[in-house]
Antibody, heavy 119, light 111 residues
């Protein structure tokens, strides 16, 4: 059974930093591109970033480019999101999501970890 | 990258069919057959319902179907049931940011 478990969400002040983690199990982690997707309270879904199976390619939404860094450790079946220069508009539930077998969709999602940016 | 455009709400009676539209551009929906749809119940993670425009994952009811014409994709739910009441989001690969874009979301209400 595929499982994705996010952690690391806390309350942080504007301008602060945070690192989110996602522990994956139930599939061959290093076969798949992985994503972070976020959802602000009461709002819709927003794609944040992706990383290829080997970490060699990364892409970001314009809203986080230059502030967030996605990475992975295939030896630990783990995905990460380093978040710097946080803004109040980064407040959201952050989901880790697995790419589907034919690549261009998200077939499994974690339950999310809540990041609150507030003074 | 702007979000794909969906109606804010759609409603129907049990047993009826409803269709949710999702409008984008030639850089996303119109340019690729990489449209997917997600169902999200309150307080839950999104669930994949349709991928690559019209394919259903194993375990998803055949009452859900997807299609695309030009820059607009559609999700049809036939034989509407109470359990279908949820938020629905479309998504597409986009070449404008080499990433992905989601729709604005549609709340489906079963009357």
């Amino acid at each position: 059974e595929v499982q994705l478990v996010e952690s690391g969400g806390v309350v942080v002040q504007p301008g602060g930093s945070l690192r989110l983690s996602c522990a994956a199990s139930g599939f061959t982690f290093d076969d798949y591109t992985m994503h972070w997707v976020r959802q602000a309270p009461g709002k819709g879904l927003e794609w944040v970033s992706l990383i290829s199976w080997d970490g060699g390619s990364t892409y970001y939404a314009d809203s986080v480019k230059g502030r967030f860094t996605i990475s992975r450790d295939n030896s630990k079946n783990s995905l990460y999101l380093q978040m710097n220069s946080l803004r109040t508009e980064d407040t959201a539930l952050y989901y880790c999501a697995k790419t589907g077998d034919t690549a261009y969709y998200f077939d499994y999602w974690g339950q999310g970890t809540l990041v609150t940016v507030s003074s | 990258q702007s979000a794909l455009t969906q109606p804010a709400s759609v409603s129907g009676s049990p047993g009826q069919s409803i269709t949710i539209s999702c409008t984008g551009t030639s850089s996303d929906i119109g340019g690729y057959n990489y449209v997917s749809w997600y169902q999200q119940h309150p307080g839950k993670a999104p669930k994949l319902m349709i991928y690559d425009v019209s394919n259903r994952p194993s375990g998803v009811s055949n009452r859900f179907s997807g299609s695309k014409s030009g820059n607009t994709a559609s999700l049809t739910i036939s034989g509407l049931q109470a359990e279908d009441e949820a938020d629905y989001y479309c998504s597409s690969y986009t070449s404008s940011s080499t990433g992905y874009v989601f729709g604005t979301g549609t709340k489906v209400t079963v009357l």
